[in-house]
């Protein structure tokens, strides 16, 4: 058994091994000058917190040993306990209990983390870079225990903790990767069925749209997106026609010699203009600081303010492509459009989904909107529960209209 004792100076780990081999840490610090309790925790001799008396040693099988002490405002953690590459910092005022650094598969949580990046994991206070305890929490919360546990743990906990490390590695994609060796959910089309009845087509969307974000982490990016645009082509039938990866041309990048780009997907209307949706699957705690920073204020996640700027930069160059890029749209992809269409980029916006707001506080509500509003000349940023409301107007309004 282990249990994590918080004093004012120091964090202390006190361990019981079982009765069949009570003497086993005493043995292996005697022989070796360490021990490792559960594959996690490392002790060298002098960590060990000796008890007061030869007969307490004796009917208290249970060992003591020093964890972390206090400096600042944190427990410090020496490196070599853990098996990190930095000494760990856990803010003093915090809960710090078994569940802080071992899952119910007996992984270590700070292992996890470290080797997603290369500096030092702080959590709580007010640290530079300090992952705050509301997102901590969440992080032990989520953190898998199934047959993906490797990737999938690895793409969650990227996830949270991106916004408050610079050095994150591409978790996701390698998740990304695994499912497609391991298999997932397949892309079926969803519009087949919808022929007469306008309620029943959007109830359909709305029902497969909600089974869908119960399941999103098995859903591979390019299906998710597949699928979604599929709805959105019913959403908004303005348009008629979708293309995958355009090329167009970057030559602000590089001067000398312009670059390559390629847009995931563009949406072509019944006029032939065209504009740009970006589309995300919807991880949690992507759009707004759970935290209020800057005079009060909850600010743009990692997440959203990446795939702005992508977005500003994609219509950018389209804009700057002008006529010629038409010419050169139009003589690539010209047969994936219907007979005696053809390309116009004028002046072309975007549309980004992205993200859950179901759990948002008013204040975050508001700062939101805010952002929303900002961007709302260039781009329509939606949520997925966006659409979900957006779903239930339109069906209330056939309902009622029958």
């Known amino acids: 058994m282990i249990k994590v004792i918080q004093e004012t100076d120091l964090l202390i780990l006190q361990y019981q091994p079982d009765r069949s081999e009570e003497n086993w840490v005493d043995n292996e610090i005697i022989e070796k000058g360490k021990v490792t309790i559960r594959g996690i925790f490392t002790f060298k001799q002098d960590q060990l917190i000796k008890v007061d008396s030869q007969q307490d040693l004796y009917l208290d099988i249970s060992r003591k040993f020093i964890l972390g002490s206090v400096k600042d405002e944190y427990y410090l953690i020496d490196k070599n306990?853990?098996?990190?590459?930095?000494?760990?910092?856990?803010?003093?005022?915090?809960s710090i209990t078994k569940k802080t650094f071992i899952s119910t598969d007996y992984i270590s949580i700070f292992r996890k983390i470290d080797s997603l990046i290369k500096e030092q994991i702080v959590v709580g206070g007010d640290k530079e870079n300090a992952i705050p305890i509301v997102d901590f929490e969440r992080l032990l919360n989520v953190f898998p225990t199934k047959t993906t546990l490797h990737h999938f743990a690895n793409s969650r906990i990227s996830e949270i903790l991106k916004d408050y490390l610079g050095t994150i590695s591409d978790a996701q994609k390698k998740f990304d990767d695994h499912l497609k060796r391991q298999g997932s959910i397949k892309a079926t089309s969803k519009v087949d069925f919808f022929d007469q009845y306008e309620v029943e087509k959007y109830t359909y969307i709305r029902s497969s749209l909600k089974e869908m974000l119960e399941n999103w982490e098995a859903y591979k990016e390019d299906n998710w997106q597949k699928l979604m645009v599929d709805f959105l082509l019913l959403l908004y039938p303005k348009y008629v026609a979708v293309l995958e990866k355009v090329h167009i041309k970057d030559?602000?990048?590089?001067?000398?010699?312009?670059?390559?780009?390629?847009?995931?997907?563009?949406?072509?209307?019944?006029?032939?203009?065209?504009?740009?949706?970006?589309?995300?699957?919807?991880?949690?705690?992507?759009?707004?600081?759970?935290?209020?920073?800057?005079?009060?204020?909850?600010?743009?996640?990692?997440?959203?303010?990446?795939t702005i700027v992508q977005v500003e930069k994609y219509l950018f160059h389209l804009n700057k492509w002008g006529v010629i890029g038409e010419k050169e749209i139009n003589k690539k992809r010209s047969h994936e459009l219907p007979k005696g269409m053809k390309i116009k980029v004028t002046n072309p916006k975007a549309?980004?989904?992205?993200?859950?707001?179901?759990?948002?506080?008013?204040?975050?509500?508001?700062?939101?909107?805010?952002?929303?509003?900002?961007?709302?000349?260039?781009?329509?940023?939606?949520?997925?529960?966006?659409?979900?409301?957006?779903?239930?107007?339109?069906?209330?309004?056939?309902?009622?209209a029958s």
Do not use: W
């Open 351 to 400: 549309m980004v989904i992205l993200g859950r707001d179901n759990d948002f506080t008013n204040d975050q509500k508001f700062d939101f909107e805010i952002i929303k509003r900002k961007y709302a000349n260039i781009m329509d940023i939606i949520t997925y529960d966006d659409l979900l409301n957006r779903l239930d107007n339109i069906i209330s309004r056939f309902e009622v």
């Open 251 to 306: 030559y602000y990048s590089n001067p000398a010699k312009p670059t390559d780009r390629y847009i995931d997907l563009t949406l072509v209307d019944a006029n032939g203009n065209i504009d740009i949706i970006e589309i995300k699957k919807p991880f949690p705690s992507c759009l707004v600081s759970v935290n209020k920073y800057n005079r009060d204020n909850h600010i743009p996640k990692a997440e959203l303010s990446g």
């Open 81 to 94: 306990i853990l098996g990190l590459q930095y000494n760990l910092l856990l803010y003093k005022k915090m």
